[in-house]
Each structure stands twice: as C-alpha cells, then as structure tokens.
C-alpha cells in the first residue's frame, strides 16, 4: 500500500502563509521592517536613556557641590579654631593691662580748700582773677561745674588751717576730700611736698633731717619738680611768696 502524502506544514510569516521545510531555520527569520523596527526601538530606547541620564546629571552636580562644600567648610573652621586664639583669651589680657596702669598710677585722698564751683568757664575765668589779684595760688577743675581749688594738704585740718589764710582777703573756701592720681613711684615725695608746704604755711619750720629727706627724692613730674625748686628758694631767701609759688605748682598735679 501506499503511504498516505504527508501533508505540507504551512506557517506564516510576515502575513504570508510558506510551506515548512527542513531547509528553513528553526527560528523564524524576520524580515528587513521588523529588523528597522527593532533598530527604531532600541534607538528610541538609547535616546530616552540618554535624555534620562541628561536630565539626572545638573542634580547630581549640585548634589555633589553641597558635600564638597560641607567637607571643605567643616575643615575650614576647624583650621581657623585651631590658628587663632579664641576671645575667651581677651579678658585675661584686659585684666593684665589694667593691673599694669593701676601699678603705675595711684589714686590718693587729699583735702582741697575750695574757692568756689562755677557753671562755666568765663565765670570760672573771672572768680581766679580775683584770686590773682590777691597773689594767691588758684587752678580750675572740670567742666560743669567747673570747682576752683586755692590749696591742698594731706589732712582735714591742716587744709582748715591754710583755707584760714584767705579769711583776711575777704575770700570765702570750703574745705573738702578729693582724690588725685599720682604715679605710685612718687607718690611719697608727692606726699613729702604737700606736707612740708602746708606746714610751713602755717609757720613751722622744718628741720634739716627733712631737708634732707626732701633733697633724697628724684622728682620725674615737672609740676613737682617746680614746687621743690621754689621750696628750696625759700629756705634760702625766706621769701613767703614762694611759699605760694610752691603750692600753685603742686595743685596743677590735680589738673
């Protein structure tokens, strides 16, 4: 008998109906569109990615920006606190400058006999003519109000004392504390000075140890340099008006 005709495998491809043949490759052959087709897509695949990667790329920049920047700052500071000293370190240099000024100047209590305390200089002005005129020391001090000091000594009573001296002339004192600011190195001989003045406007006299004590110190202030030289003029004339050169030398310390 003869063998039934084996029927002919048909298949598509591309829409056309082909008989199966051995020839043909187990796996479909696609055709020149298809193969365009899969080109475009891939193309269009590639081109979305690109555009993708594109639009993601400013965003890692700046991303990348803020850590640099934190890094660079966070090493920035750390190096400036590392350098330079901090202002904790200031109020100990402050202290240590004032310590050094109020070692070289002192502030000491002396008693002042008052002329008179004035709104203003001119009327300041006139009040120490007065004064002139009599021949008697006088120096201004502040500016409102501005006080007129005659003389100073180093204790209350004996700048009563001296401010009973003006009572003859028809001037009025008020005698009261005042504090003066006198480098500490001289504050002794300033001392020296005030006292040996006062005493001997009140008619002392001072013996030769204290001659002596005043010729031992090295005056550096020219006011006080002044008062010792018309102090020891005296001694050799016995002239009282430098007595009074001597205290209007001395109060121009308190200016």
């Known amino acids: 008998m003869d063998k039934p005709a084996k029927k ?3 298949i598509k491809v591309n829409g056309k109906e082909q008989p199966y043949t051995t020839a043909m490759s187990a796996l479909p052959q696609w055709s020149s569109e298809q193969n365009e ?24 920049s700046f991303a990348l920006a803020i850590a640099l920047a934190i890094v660079l700052g966070t090493s920035f500071g750390l190096f400036v606190l590392t350098i330079i000293p901090t202002t904790e370190s200031k109020p100990a240099s402050t202290a240590t400058l004032q310590q050094e000024l109020s070692s070289a100047q002192m502030t000491e209590e002396v008693f002042v006999v008052q002329g008179g305390a004035f709104q203003d200089d001119e009327a300041a002005s006139e009040y120490v003519q007065k004064i002139e005129a009599q021949h008697r020391p006088s120096v201004t001090i502040g500016k409102s109000p501005v006080y007129v000091f005659l003389g100073m000594a180093l204790t209350k009573e004996e700048a009563k004392q001296m401010a009973s001296l003006y009572e003859p002339l028809g001037i009025d004192t008020y005698v009261k504390p005042w504090n ?11 001392f020296t000075i005030v006292s040996f003045i006062s005493k001997l406007l009140a008619g002392q006299q001072l013996v030769n140890e204290q001659w002596k004590q005043l010729q031992s110190y090295s005056f550096h202030n020219e006011h006080m340099k002044k008062a010792y030289k018309a102090l020891f003029t005296f001694r050799q004339s016995n002239d009282q008006k430098q007595l009074w050169k001597a205290q209007q030398h001395i109060l121009h310390v308190l200016q």
């Open 8 to 10: 002919a495998i048909i």
């Open 37 to 60: 087709e899969q080109s475009e897509e891939q193309h269009d695949f590639i081109e979305w990615d690109k555009q993708y990667k594109t639009k993601r790329s400013p965003w890692r």
């Open 180 to 190: 003066v600011s006198i480098d500490e190195k001289e504050k002794e001989a300033f």
